[in-house]
Every structure is written in C-alpha cells, then in structure tokens.
C-alpha cells in the first residue's frame, strides 16, 4: 500500500521549510519557510482529524536539519521457535514486536534490547540485524515522519513477562498462530513471517529496500 501523494507533498513541503528555517537568516526567507511550514500543515490537517495548528506544533517541536526517524523492532525467539510479542496499551491492545523510537546517545542495538527489556520483561542479546526497511515502502498506515524501521533478530537470555505503561500483555507465538490484530503502524504481518525466515536461515542477507 503505497503512502497517498498529499503526504508525500505535505512532507516534502515541511522537510524544505525545516531546512531552510535551520539555515535562513534573512527575515524575509524566514518568513517564507514559515508560510511553507504553515502550509505542510494546512494539507495534512485536510486529509486527517487533526488540526493545522495541532500538526505546526508537531513540527516546530522537531527543529534542525529534517532527517528520517528510526523506529527499532525485536525479534526475540524462545528455545521453541516462538517469536515475542507484546500489547501497545496506545493503540487498542493489538500486538506488535517489541520496540520503538532509537534513544539519543545510545546504539540502535541496545536500544532494541532496552525496549525488550521495558515493554516486556525478557532480557535479551542482539544476535544480528535482519532488516532496514523505510516505512512508507512496507505497507504501514500514513505518518507524519519519515522513518526508517531496523529489525535486530535477538535470543532470550533472562527475565520474566512483565507489563509496563506501555504494554497491557506479553506473549510467545509460534508461527502459525501469529496474531491477527496486529498494531499495524507498528509491526505488519509480512515482516513477522521474515523474522522467522531469517531465524530459520541464519544465511539470509540483510532486507533493505
């Protein structure tokens, strides 16, 4: 499912107005990537239950030079060959694999194992990474941000289920019962079934697109 072309426009739009209001220091192209800014906003409210003014705070609250965000996802698999999910309590407890925005000033992979570690319970250790995927290339619903979206195939090394703020359940599926009601902004059917392709087959070269 490709992303619908006014939030190709409205991104685009913003990236400009973001770059040149990090750059700019004549007021008056101060004042035009402004007008840019404002009008990224107006088209994305236009096809969205959000206010332009709700979505110009979502961009001034991410000043400088406008680069994609990472999103960091766990492929944590058990001694059986069951694959660890966990319940976002913000999206209508559907499943997903643990993960989520990379921290600053901390590595992509212990991130990843952070967020196990705080969504689920488990502890875990990075055995490789499987996939970098840009988002709007997978299939995921629109979203304001470019992103792009890293897979760590992981092993468990420790800890017990445990709930967090974030989750509301944590579990282990095997590969025919993987969960229909998946968080889709999140986690999509086709990726599961590559991690468990990627853990079958430890030969697999890295998914990029």
């Known amino acids: 499912m490709d992303e619908p072309q006014w939030l190709l426009w409205s991104r685009q739009l913003q990236a400009i107005a973001q770059t040149g209001l990090t750059f700019a220091r004549d007021p008056f192209d101060i004042e035009r990537y402004e007008a840019i800014s404002a009008l990224a906003a107006e ?3 236009s096809h ?22 990472i999103d960091v996802r766990a492929a944590v698999f058990d001694a059986q060959g069951r694959i660890l999910m966990v319940r976002e309590a913000t999206d209508g407890h559907r499943w997903t694999l643990p993960g989520g925005w990379a921290d600053v000033n901390i590595s992509t992979a212990d991130s990843t194992v952070k967020e196990v570690r705080e969504e689920s319970g488990y502890e875990a250790r990075i055995l490789r990474p499987v996939a970098i995927w840009d988002r709007a290339r997978q299939g995921h619903p629109p979203s304001p941000y470019s992103c ?18 974030e989750t509301s359940e944590v579990g282990w599926f095997a590969r025919d019962a993987i969960p229909a009601d998946l968080s889709l902004g999140r986690t999509l059917p086709h990726q599961v079934e590559r991690m468990f392709q990627h853990q079958a087959d430890p030969q697999l070269p890295i998914d990029y697109d």
């Open 148 to 165: 792009l979206k890293m897979f760590y195939l992981c092993e468990l090394t420790g800890g017990a289920p445990t709930t967090s703020i």
């Open 43 to 45: 088209i994305m409210a």
């Open 48 to 69: 969205t239950e959000t206010s332009a003014e709700a979505i110009a705070a979502l961009f001034r609250s991410d000043p400088g030079y406008p680069t994609p965000k």
